[in-house]
């Protein structure tokens, strides 16, 4: 499987992804916003876009579909609740099912909502898996909830879902949130000296070559992955003076959320 992680330049710091077959070369473009950029790669590297996958229906995931579709022929993909907010989608997807691409690549569809009711992630499985996770989960974060997504419901996908993925797994975001989202994981959890290293090597990194995090490297920087986690429970008693003593997970994770949505 071969992965080209393309950045827009743009002010929400999308992420796209073209993912090959390396028998075929024929490949598929996730959330393809900068249709030029995508394009402008398959050619460079020879490949045959056939698929489009969407993650979900905001605008900065689909609205280069019209014409990623006139210039390349490729069928749309995406969850089967979300057909009729993204226009002309070719296949409905639906937890359990898969994604081919080429001969090689095989993708397990999950129904992953929260950012909002109808956003899939798709799963590479074997010796080096990868997820591909739109605005689910991000690096040293998680989507937010404002624009049709539930905050509950995501963290019923990260209990239920994420948060089994081997540390192994590879993430691979549909933005480039990282480097703020290490600074919440601080200010939420100070003495995370894991965070602060891996804020001070990534802090002035070039997003065009952004660093591919693991399921292991987030347990150890994500906020959202580690709701037992005493200093972020007393950093959180602070700001929200009614919690719980003892807090669940789930209400540990609601209250991360609802601090990231003003921090």
């Not at 992680?5 to 070369?25: P, W």
């Not at 045959?48 to 006139?70: Q, S």
């Not at 081919?100 to 095989?106: A, E, L, P, T």
Request: net charge negative.
């Amino acid at each position: 499987m071969i992965v080209k992680q393309l950045y827009a330049d743009n002010r929400l710091r999308n992420f796209h992804y073209l993912i090959a077959c390396e028998v075929t070369k024929e490949a598929m473009v996730i959330d393809p916003l900068d249709v030029e950029r995508c394009l402008s790669s398959a050619h460079k590297h020879g490949f045959k876009i056939t698929t489009i996958l969407n993650t979900h229906e905001h605008w900065d995931h689909i609205d280069g579909n019209a014409e990623m579709c006139e210039k390349t022929g490729a069928k749309i993909v995406a969850h089967h609740g979300a057909i009729s907010k993204i226009p002309n989608v070719d296949r409905g997807l639906k937890a359990g099912d898969h994604v081919n691409i080429g001969s090689s690549i095989s993708f397990k569809v999950l129904d992953t909502p929260g950012h909002t009711d109808s956003h899939i992630c798709i799963l590479s499985e074997g010796p080096s898996p990868a997820l591909f996770c739109g605005d689910t989960l991000f690096n040293a974060g998680v989507g937010h909830c404002k624009l049709g997504g539930n905050p509950d419901t995501l963290y019923d996908t990260f209990s239920s879902q994420l948060s089994d993925l081997s540390n192994e797994t590879r993430i691979f975001p549909g933005h480039d949130y990282m480097v703020n989202n290490l600074e919440f994981t601080i200010d939420r959890e100070p003495d995370n000296e894991n965070a602060k290293s891996y804020l001070n090597s990534l802090e002035k990194q070039s997003p065009h070559d952004a660093y591919i995090s693991t399921m292991a490297d987030e347990r150890k920087i994500n906020s959202f992955l580690r709701l037992q986690n005493p200093s972020i429970i007393k950093e959180l008693q602070k700001a929200f003076p009614d919690m719980s003593k003892a807090p669940s997970e789930k209400e540990v994770f609601l209250a991360l959320r609802e601090l990231r949505n003003h921090w």
